[in-house]
T-cell receptor, first 111, second 115 residues
Framework: QKEVEQNSGPLSVPEGAIASLNCTYSDRGSQSFFWYRQYSGKSPELIMSIYSNGDKEDGRFTAQLNKASQYVSLLIRDSQPSDSATYLCAVPPSGTYKYIFGTGTRLKVLA | ETGVTQTPRHLVMGMTNKKSLKCEQHLGHNAMYWYKQSAKKPLELMFVYNFKEQTENNSVPSRFSPECPNSSHLFLHLHTLQPEDSALYLC??????????????FGDGTRLSIL
């Protein structure tokens, strides 16, 4: 059974701080990794995708991938109260195109 | 606006009722998905359609019956549901199922409550 694990939180950070969200996955052959943000009562929204080891930056968001250690992280710099949401990690196992989702980490940014 | 529209947004039904959930995507995608999201559990894939053909049924009980008349529309027909079926049902679409690394785009979901 392929798995994707996240700490459910809540993770509380003060406004302006860096929020660090982590995700580990069990399939060593996975090639693509996605972070979604889901506000309460709304749909998951894709915010980052990453395919290669290392960092990928997009505005205040940075995704970090380490395939050897089988983890992918999302850093949010200068956190804002509007970043308060649940962040879902999705990883298709090798040989399949279907996402396996983690349970999500609830982030609270305190004003 | 995600380009994926689901109706209704909320649905309350009794266990003996029959109802349908509707999903429409305006993104020109060829793959569509139904997911179930329950509290404190990961998103569970239920069904996948690729070019109108069902390619995945993730051991879903027969009281859930999907229908995909074309690449833009997806339905989930519900019949004699159980209280444990109460959840958020999400529809998603992607360019094509068999393209690795394709992001999925989600609708806002239907919040289903079974009495």
């Amino acid at each position: 059974q392929k798995e994707v694990e996240q700490n459910s939180g809540p993770l509380s950070v003060p406004e302006g701080a860096i929020a660090s969200l982590n995700c580990t996955y069990s399939d060593r052959g996975s090639q693509s990794f996605f972070w979604y943000r889901q506000y309460s009562g709304k749909s998951p929204e894709l915010i980052m995708s990453i395919y290669s080891n290392g960092d990928k930056e997009d505005g205040r968001f940075t995704a970090q991938l380490n395939k050897a250690s089988q983890y992918v992280s999302l850093l949010i710099r200068d956190s804002q109260p509007s970043d308060s949401a649940t962040y879902l990690c999705a990883v298709p196992p090798s040989g399949t195109y279907k996402y396996i989702f983690g349970t999500g980490t609830r982030l609270k940014v305190l004003a | 606006e995600t380009g994926v529209t689901q109706t209704p947004r909320h649905l309350v039904m009794g266990m003996t009722n029959k109802k349908s959930l509707k999903c429409e995507q305006h993104l020109g995608h060829n793959a569509m998905y139904w997911y179930k999201q329950s509290a404190k559990k990961p998103l569970e894939l239920m069904f996948v359609y690729n070019f109108k053909e069902q390619t995945e049924n993730n051991s879903v009980p027969s009281r859930f019956s999907p229908e995909c008349p074309n690449s833009s529309h997806l339905f989930l027909h519900l019949h004699t549901l159980q209280p444990e079926d109460s959840a958020l049902y999400l529809c998603a679409s992607s360019q094509e199922e068999k393209l690795q690394g394709q992001p999925q785009h989600f609708g806002d979901g239907t919040r289903l409550s079974i009495l």
